[in-house]
C-alpha cells in the first residue's frame, strides 16, 4: 500500500465550482504539504501544515484553502474553481525529527482540469 | 532568497550513455539539497540528498550526484542509462531545519534514444 495516497486521481470541474482534493498518510509524519505543478514551472508550495493546529500559507495560496483534520489527513479546497488552476497537485509529508535531515515524501498526485 | 536552475529543459541520451544532469542553486548558508525524479504519471520519488559529510552521495537506482560548494552545484550523475530512466528530474534545495522551505527548479526532461 503506498504511504501517501490522494483523491481523486484525475478531475474535471466547471468554473465557480468548489471541489476538495484529499491526502491521507501512513507514514506517521507530523509535517503535510500540498503543492501544485505546473510544465516549466517546477513545483510551487501552496500550503502548509507543521501539525493539526499548525497551517501556514505557501507562496500561491490566493484562491486556496486547507484543512488538517487529523494528523494524517490534509485536504486542499478550491472554493471557486478558475481555469488557471489547471494542474497536477501534490501532497508530501516529511518527519521533523527524521535524522539525516528532513526530506519531503510525495504523493502520485491529483490531476486537476478546470474548464 | 534561495533559488535553483536547471538549465536543461530537455536531454537525449542513448541507452547506455552516461549521463550529467545540471543544477546551479542559491542560497547564504550550506544547503540541504535533493533530486527527485517523476516517471509519467507518477509523483516524485527521492533520488537522493545532501545534507552534510560526503560531497559525493549516492542514490537510488545507481544515481550519484556531487555537492560542490565552489561551483553552488549539485549535478546528478549516472554511468550508464537504461531507457527506464526516462522521466522527468528535479533539483530542489532546502532551508536548514525547515522543510516548508524546500525550492524546486523546474525540470529536465530525460528522453533515452535506444
Known amino acids: 500500500d503506498a504511504d501517501v495516497t490522494q483523491t481523486p486521481r484525475n478531475r474535471i470541474t466547471k468554473t465557480g465550482k468548489r471541489i476538495m482534493l484529499e491526502c491521507s498518510q501512513t507514514?506517521?509524519?507530523?509535517?503535510m504539504y500540498w503543492y501544485r505543478q505546473d510544465p516549466g514551472l517546477g513545483l510551487r508550495l501552496i500550503y502548509y501544515?507543521?501539525?493539526?493546529?499548525?497551517?501556514n500559507k505557501g507562496e500561491i495560496s490566493d484562491g486556496y484553502s486547507v484543512s488538517r483534520q487529523a494528523q494524517a489527513k490534509f485536504s486542499l479546497s478550491l472554493e471557486s474553481a478558475i481555469p488557471n488552476q489547471t494542474a497536477l497537485y501534490f501532497c508530501?509529508?516529511?518527519?521533523?525529527?527524521?535524522?539525516?535531515?528532513?526530506?519531503?515524501?510525495f504523493g502520485p498526485g491529483t490531476r486537476l482540469l478546470v474548464l | 532568497a534561495q533559488s535553483v536552475t536547471q538549465p536543461d529543459i530537455h536531454i537525449t541520451v542513448s541507452e547506455g550513455a552516461s549521463l550529467e544532469l545540471r543544477c546551479n542553486y542559491s542560497?547564504?548558508?550550506?544547503?540541504?539539497l535533493f533530486w527527485y525524479v517523476q516517471s509519467p504519471g507518477q509523483g516524485l520519488q527521492l533520488l537522493l540528498k545532501?545534507?552534510?559529510?560526503?560531497?559525493l552521495v549516492q542514490g537510488i537506482k545507481g544515481f550519484e550526484a556531487e555537492f560542490k560548494r565552489s561551483q553552488s552545484s549539485f549535478n546528478l550523475r549516472k554511468p550508464s542509462v537504461h531507457w527506464s530512466d526516462a522521466a522527468e528530474y528535479f533539483c530542489?534545495?532546502?532551508?536548514?531545519?525547515?522543510?516548508?522551505?524546500?525550492?524546486f527548479g523546474s525540470g529536465t526532461r530525460l528522453s533515452i534514444r535506444p
Open positions: 542560497y547564504g548558508a550550506t544547503p540541504y
Open positions: 508530501a509529508t516529511s518527519d521533523s525529527k527524521e535524522h539525516q535531515g528532513e526530506t519531503q515524501y
Open positions: 507514514k506517521g509524519h507530523d509535517r
Open positions: 545532501y545534507f552534510s559529510g560526503d560531497t
Open positions: 501544515s507543521f501539525d493539526v493546529k499548525d497551517i
Open positions: 530542489a534545495v532546502g532551508k536548514y531545519s525547515s522543510a516548508s522551505k524546500i525550492i
